[in-house]
């Protein structure tokens, strides 16, 4: 199944999401697309008109460009999603986590495709990140048993 992760760069989650068997959605994959494609000049700075017009399905005009551009390049992934995970409460140096705005629509486009969501919290010591991977593995299990039926 493909998993979407929050914060979308967050390599923690990725590999988690990816050992236990799954296809994580992510920003890197999708920035990969970006940089390898040869008809942008300076890969990831440029934006095209379509990542525009992919930007305004997810945000209004009056919304700060930052949240559309952010929202153009995960919303296509938040669509493909068969679940997700996020990760709240972590700090500024996990993933991207600055804009709160861009996370709040992330969060509202999750609830509004109605699939399976497991949050968690980010982990402050060793044994809050042992309890945080066996919730992603029992979440993505639970998965796996949803798909077989």
Known sequence: ???????????????????????????????????DNIEIDMPPMNVTLDDVIKGLKYA?????????GRLAVWGPLIEEADAAVVMEGAPFSFGCVGCERSNLMVKYLLQRRNIPVLYVTYPEDEEQ????????????QGLDKKEAN
Do not use: C, Y
Not at 129 to 140: D, I, M, S
């Open 1 to 35: 199944m493909k998993v979407f992760i929050d914060p979308p760069n967050s390599l923690i989650l990725f590999d988690l999401i990816e050992r236990f068997g799954h296809e994580p959605l992510s920003t890197m994959a999708a920035l990969q697309e970006r940089v």
């Open 129 to 140: 990140g042992k309890l945080v991977v066996a919730k992603v593995k029992e979440f993505l």
């Open 60 to 68: 209004g005009i009056e919304v700060p460009s930052g949240i559309r």
